[in-house]
């Protein structure tokens, strides 16, 4: 019999898993409302807007050399230091571990596997859809751009769009998008958009993106966010697949605890338990009285309390001058009062 001591690391997570959840019943799972398809169409045609005004070299890739030309790096040394820190809040490797760790134990106080699925849903598309517009379109930076004015499509570069602005909307959004309350939603929504503004034009004042990766970036992410609700469902499916996977396990090992019951399911055995308690106790008086009789050997027998202890040597008890043997008559002489 295995014991919680001896319990793997995985079985002990699964274990904490398995408890009655402290999420309410009826978790708020955002929904694709009209409004939100409405709104994800919006910013869809913002983001084609984009692309098509970089490709035809409209006036908003004049305004890119501009920028670049202004040089804002030249223009404000004295903050170069700190945005050269500040800039990884949009980095892949240091943003996901933080967030992750603070969803990790998200899923481990409300028991459910959902915060970390999500995640993994937002950056799985974040990779597919930046990864291939920037594989596809292959502009270059403006520090590698060659010929002034130009949009600097298809030169083999991989900056529009900006990743580090576009992962800055989708790590720090997560937060806001898997918060249990309107207020806590209000609040990181608040944050969530003053660090992905941020980060983005901290990319141009550096001089590693052109503003319009910046804008693209901001409208991927965005993207990815209010698509979400449209991946609830596989979530919910991984999720219980994760945890019959689980089941089937443990079911092939031997010697496993089993997992705990919920406290609702304990306090709805023992009732049971209570009210089955009288018919249970009458069926073994009845199987009691129905007990064959034993046989005994022929000769007087008496019952327990009468009966002397002996051993194989006789008697336990001490000798006694007073002591008369069991059905002898008393010698002591009776005399009158």
Known sequence: MR???NLTRVERVFARLDREPERPANPNVPRMSRHRVVLFGATLAFYLAI????VTTSRLVAFDWEVMLFRPYQQWPQVHAFLDYWVVLGQRGPTAVMVMAWLGWRSWRQHTLRPLLTFGAAL???????????LGMGRLGPHYATVIGSNEMWGGGDIFPSGHTANAVVTWGILAYLASTPRARRWLSAFSAVISLSVGLTTVYL????LSDVFLGWTAGLLIL???PWVEPLITTV????FSQRDLWRARRPGTVPAPAPAGATAMAQRGTAAEEPAVRETVGAARSVRAPVLLAPGPHTTRSERTPVTPAGSRRPPH???VPRGATSA???TGG
């Open 332 to 334: 002591r002489p009776v």
């Open 239 to 242: 999720e219980a697949w994760i």
């Open 51 to 54: 692309v098509v005004a970089v």
């Open 321 to 323: 001058a007073d002591r």
């Open 3 to 5: 014991t919680e001591l």
């Open 124 to 134: 799985l598309l974040l990779n597919i859809t930046v990864g291939a517009a920037k």
């Open 207 to 210: 001089g590693t993106h052109w």
């Open 226 to 228: 209010l698509a979400l």
